[in-house]
């Protein structure tokens, strides 16, 4: 756990507080009457609930339907005792002005809670209840992203970090709202999806070749600092976000968690979306243009036309018509295909020609 001796005060500190002491004492008034007491948590997993706004990407409605986690009902008793628990440990963080990541409240007791995922959802549900973002909780969640390039900052101990496109590169840090004086000459932030491609473009000094850039990856689908990290470069710089990400359904998903976000941290939309990221590659429409042999091309599985067609059906498609055209070559091809069909045409073709031409002549949707 870690102590912040920062004398700053956070403003959700004391409301975060009131809120939880609000819930004990709704359990105490339900047990005073006989009644078992229960959790009412807005119902994350429903499109019913969700809403699209071209300013801020998906997000929670203001009255969604929800669920309830009853202390006397077989099914739920355990997660309602879980949460308890969690709101315990909440309440002594944000008391103490301590810290701690999400595997810290998972080793306290891993028996009791079964596996890391089932505390991750909590901790989800608690902030989705109390309203407020995972950070006002005091819990940080471990980084597995990475970032490099033209980026200089100070994390929130002091600690200076130069993120100079080299051969590694810097992990995204665990605490995004506390790093400060960030500087960059960047003319743009390229997010990568896979960390392979991240690595090659390294390894091809890409950042300095062409322009002076930021390059980010989420290692796949990406997680919530390096999201948070995104959109505060975003923020702070306003320069393009650009995606670079497989032809196939899962690097779209990925894409659009970017830029739309999730149905599962929609009630923090606001912190974690860029409606402004565009789409650099691959594109399914470069596939025929730069004749990738279809030796190189993957026939789409069952599950990948599932989640094309999922990804078609949500509210933000309508809004982007050049998207929904490239996904419908996918979805007629009935082929996909990962960036390193690239290397057909030569090993640095991806940083040598592909990228270079694309940032110069506007090849992005």
């Known amino acids: 756990m870690i102590k912040m001796e920062s004398c700053c005060v956070y403003c959700f500190s004391s409301e975060v507080l009131v ?10 008034t339900s047990l005073a009457r006989n009644e078992a007491p229960a959790f009412t948590i807005d119902n994350r997993s429903s499109w019913e609930n969700i809403k699209f706004e071209d300013s801020v990407g998906l997000q929670m409605v203001s009255h969604c339907t929800t669920r309830k986690i009853k202390s006397d009902s077989p099914k739920s008793v355990k997660k ?9 440990m909440i309440y002594k963080l944000v008391q103490s002005n301590t810290y701690a990541t999400k595997r810290d409240i998972y080793y306290t007791d891993s028996q009791l809670f079964g596996n890391q995922t089932v505390v991750d959802n909590i901790i989800n549900d608690i902030s989705c209840m109390l309203k407020v973002s995972r950070r006002s909780l005091h819990i940080l969640s471990t980084s597995k992203g990475l970032i490099a390039g033209n980026l200089r900052y100070i994390e929130e101990d002091g600690t200076k970090v130069n993120c100079t496109c080299g051969a590694t590169a810097i992990a995204v840090p665990s605490n995004i709202q506390g790093i400060r004086n960030l500087v ?3 003319k743009f932030v390229l997010i990568v999806e896979k960390d392979a491609t991240f690595q090659r473009l390294l390894d091809d000094n890409f950042c300095n070749k062409l322009s002076p850039c930021i390059m980010i990856t989420g290692k796949g689908v990406p997680d919530l600092n390096t999201r948070l990290l995104v959109k505060k470069l ?23 968690i970017y830029k739309y976000g999730s149905m599962s ?7 974690l979306t860029v409606p402004a990221i565009r789409w650099l590659g691959l594109l399914p429409s470069d596939l025929k243009r730069l004749n990738v042999p279809k030796d190189s091309l993957i026939p789409l599985t069952n ?9 078609l059906r949500r509210p933000y498609v309508t809004r982007q018509p050049f998207w929904r055209k490239e996904m419908e070559i996918m979805a007629d091809s009935k082929m996909k295909a990962e960036i390193q069909a690239l290397t057909f045409l030569s090993s640095d073709y991806l940083s040598r ?3 270079p031409n694309k940032l110069k002549f506007g090849g992005w949707i």
């Open 80 to 88: 309602f005792a879980l949460i308890l628990k969690i709101l315990s």
């Open 303 to 311: 599950r990948d036309q599932m989640k094309l067609d999922s990804i």
């Open 353 to 355: 020609v592909y990228l």
């Open 19 to 28: 809120s939880i002491e609000n819930i004990i004492q709704d359990i105490i």
């Open 234 to 256: 975003w923020d702070t710089f306003h320069v393009p976000v650009f995606t670079l990400v497989d032809a196939d359904p899962h690097g779209i998903e990925i894409m659009c």
């Open 265 to 271: 941290m929609s009630f923090e939309a606001h912190h």
């Open 184 to 186: 960059t000459d960047a």
